[in-house]
C-alpha cells in the first residue's frame, strides 16, 4: 500500500499556489513535493510538463518556492525585498526556457519545449512571482489570516479583502474554530 500524499493546494495564481506546496507554516509544517514525483505531478497540474526531476532539482525548486514567500510577504508588508530571496527569484527566471503563448480564450500561457526541465518551469513561475510583486497584474498580494498558515495569496477578488489562501482549508478551520468557541461560552453561561 502506498503512502498517501497531501493533497496539492491549487489556485489561479501560478506563484502563490507554488509557495503553497508548504503549507501551515508556522504551525506543523505540511510538505506537499516531499519527493521529485510529487514536483513533476504539481508541475503537470499547471501544464509546465517535464520528464524527470533529480533531487537537486527538487532542492531548487523548494529554494525557489521559499525565495518567492519571502519576496511576497515583504511585498505584502510593504517591506523592502529581501535581497537573497530576489536573486534567487530573478536567477530562476533568467534559466528558464519558456515561450509565451496566446490561447483561443485570449490567456497568456507558457509552453515548454519538448525537452522541458524543471528550471524551464522554474522559471515560469519565477516570472510569474515577478510580475505579481511587481504590480503589474490586476489585485493585491495580502497574507492570510489563519496564524498557523500566513502563506502570502493573491487577491484578485472585487473587494480585495480576502483573509484567507483558501476558504476551503484555512477558511473553513478558522470559522469551526470561532464557532466552537462560541459554543463553549454558551455552555458555560448555563
Given at each position: 500500500?502506498?503512502?498517501?500524499?497531501?493533497?496539492?493546494?491549487?489556485?489561479?495564481?501560478?506563484?502563490?499556489?507554488?509557495?503553497?506546496t508548504l503549507s501551515e507554516r508556522h504551525g506543523v509544517p505540511v510538505e506537499r513535493i516531499p519527493?521529485?514525483?510529487?514536483?513533476?505531478?504539481?508541475?503537470?497540474?499547471?501544464?509546465?510538463?517535464?520528464?524527470?526531476?533529480?533531487?537537486g532539482q527538487l532542492d531548487l525548486a523548494r529554494e525557489l518556492r521559499e525565495s518567492i514567500h519571502?519576496?511576497?510577504?515583504?511585498?505584502?508588508?510593504?517591506?523592502?525585498?529581501?535581497?537573497?530571496?530576489?536573486?534567487?527569484?530573478?536567477?530562476?527566471?533568467?534559466?528558464?526556457?519558456?515561450?509565451?503563448?496566446?490561447?483561443?480564450?485570449?490567456?497568456?500561457?507558457?509552453?515548454?519545449?519538448?525537452?522541458?526541465?524543471?528550471?524551464?518551469?522554474?522559471?515560469?513561475?519565477?516570472?510569474?512571482?515577478?510580475?505579481?510583486?511587481?504590480?503589474?497584474?490586476?489585485?493585491?498580494?495580502?497574507?492570510?489570516?489563519?496564524p498557523t498558515c500566513q502563506a502570502a495569496f493573491f487577491d484578485t477578488s472585487q473587494s480585495r479583502?480576502?483573509?484567507?489562501?483558501?476558504?476551503?482549508?484555512?477558511?473553513?478551520?478558522?470559522?469551526?474554530?470561532?464557532?466552537?468557541?462560541?459554543?463553549?461560552?454558551?455552555?458555560?453561561?448555563?
Open positions: 500500500m502506498r503512502d498517501r500524499q497531501p493533497e496539492f493546494r491549487l489556485g489561479s495564481v501560478l506563484a502563490t499556489s507554488f509557495t503553497g519527493t521529485p514525483q510529487r514536483l513533476i505531478d504539481w508541475l503537470d497540474v499547471y501544464d509546465l510538463n517535464v520528464d524527470s526531476c533529480t533531487a519571502q519576496t511576497a510577504t515583504a511585498a505584502a508588508q510593504g517591506d523592502d525585498l529581501p535581497a537573497a530571496a530576489l536573486e534567487i527569484v530573478n536567477t530562476c527566471s533568467t534559466r528558464g526556457r519558456a515561450t509565451a503563448v496566446l490561447s483561443d480564450t485570449r490567456e497568456r500561457r507558457w509552453q515548454l519545449s519538448s525537452s522541458a526541465r524543471v528550471e524551464d518551469a522554474l522559471g515560469v513561475i519565477a516570472a510569474d512571482a515577478i510580475a505579481i510583486i511587481a504590480g503589474e497584474r490586476d489585485g493585491r498580494l495580502a497574507l492570510c489570516a489563519s479583502s480576502r483573509r484567507w489562501c483558501d476558504m476551503n482549508t484555512c477558511g473553513n478551520r478558522q470559522k469551526k474554530a470561532r464557532f466552537t468557541a462560541n459554543q463553549r461560552a454558551k455552555s458555560d453561561r448555563r
